[in-house]
């Protein structure tokens, strides 16, 4: 997990990927001049950010963002409120507060600061002072939240991009939590100088951490589904990731997996690929490269749309064949699946990829699949050490006097099956 001085370092520039804090909610946004993000109902431009140092808290107030304390001195708790108090005698019906809505909305609307309303709030507050002192904290937290909105400034990485998905739909990244990536990364032996297939529907979250661990030193093969892959999150990066990061990612796709191993050993073309999808059968025998090249012949079209849409797929089918030169020559160090389709055909067809006593990790938000895949591994004689766990991860709230678990967490991390190959003779 990385360090706050880590995060810290440098000053926000033109053209920097960021991720936007505010409260427990991430946006991310590429900082822009004249470029304007829509934060608590609020239009923003980036220009405000140009030049603020990352984790520096900022207050947004009247569509501006300035630096901000992160406890201002006028609505801190007093110090002489004591323990011995009580709330038994405090009833939650607005009657203790002698300010109406439209009092808080007229100041609101007249420009007054967020601290200064909340410094009324409280002073107009009859049964403030009645309030014990861990009472008095979270009212005054639960109106900054609702008075203040502090913005925070960070560079993004794989534990922040997680959080996001988390709070925006973790079933984008398959319930993917931070500790299951962490656990994921070195149970499958991630590192520099490594050949490492993933096979994830995680808009690409895995590859961002697998390609922070890598470096840019070794290969990186991604599996994917359908007839793109979807790699939302290696987007947010931004230039967290360098050129020489990325340049090591190829990608090929899943359902061609089996061609590979129906082809002969000694054929030399490596684009000489089972494309299902081919729409005539005359040309279905014919390379992927080689079709695209004689149909991009002789398209005439105004716009050039066509002819650009064959380009685009000419330049994939040229990457695909690179990735297949590699999957045909095997001998990967390490293999990870996450994915909400069934995981066992996948293993099963993609264990063979992996040189002997290389370690593979397959992971599931349901245990069903695993113990599936689990007992079709054990019969095939190619694993051992075959492992099915469980990830758990607990929140504690660490203050004085009130140490205790997080009242709202998440359940479960999904499980992980893990195991190293063998030479299955």
Known sequence: MESVDMLATGLVQE???????????????????????????????????????????????????????????SIKVADDATTSRDNRHISDDCSSQLLSQSDILTMRSSGVAGEQIVENVIKN?????????FSQEKYVKRKQRKHVTMVTIFRPTT????????????????QLRMDTISQMITMANVRASNKMVVME?????????????????????????GDLPVRKALDYYGNTLSEQDRTILLEYPLRRIMSLKEESSQSEQVINDDAEDASTSSSDDEPPVKRVA???????????????RLHRQLEREKRYAVAKGHL?????????????????????????????????????QFIEPLVMTYQSLKQSGKVF?????????????????????????????????????????
Do not use: W
Request: aromatic share 6%.
């Open 15 to 73: 053209g920097d990927a960021i991720l936007i804090r505010c409260d427990k909610v991430y946006k991310p946004a590429t900082v822009e001049k004249r470029r304007s993000v829509t934060i608590n109902k609020q239009k923003v431009l980036l220009d405000d950010l140009i030049g603020q140092k990352y984790c520096t808290m900022l207050n947004l107030h009247n569509n501006k963002l300035t630096p901000l304390d992160v406890l201002p001195a």
């Open 159 to 174: 534990r922040l991009l997680c959080q996001m998905y988390h709070a925006r739909g973790p079933s984008r990244i398959c």
């Open 294 to 308: 004689k149909t991009t012949k002789g398209v005439v079209n105004d716009d050039g749309k066509e002819a650009m």
């Open 328 to 364: 045909q020559q095997g001998d990967f160090d390490g293999l990870i699946i996450a994915t909400p389709h069934h995981p066992m055909p996948i293993t099963m067809a993609t264990i063979d990829l992996l040189a002997p006593s290389r370690p593979f990790v397959v992971y599931h």
């Open 385 to 425: 050490n075959l492992q099915l766990s469980e990830t758990v991860l607990r929140y504690y709230q660490v203050l004085p006097a009130r140490t205790h678990p997080v009242v709202q967490m998440s359940g479960t991390g999904g499980y992980i099956l893990t195991g190293t190959t063998i030479l299955n003779s």
């Open 201 to 225: 529907t995680c808009q690409g979250l895995l590859l961002g951490a697998a390609l922070e661990r890598m470096g840019g030193d070794g290969l990186l093969v991604h599996l994917f589904t």
């Open 125 to 133: 507050s009859a049964s403030f002072d009645e309030r014990t002192e």
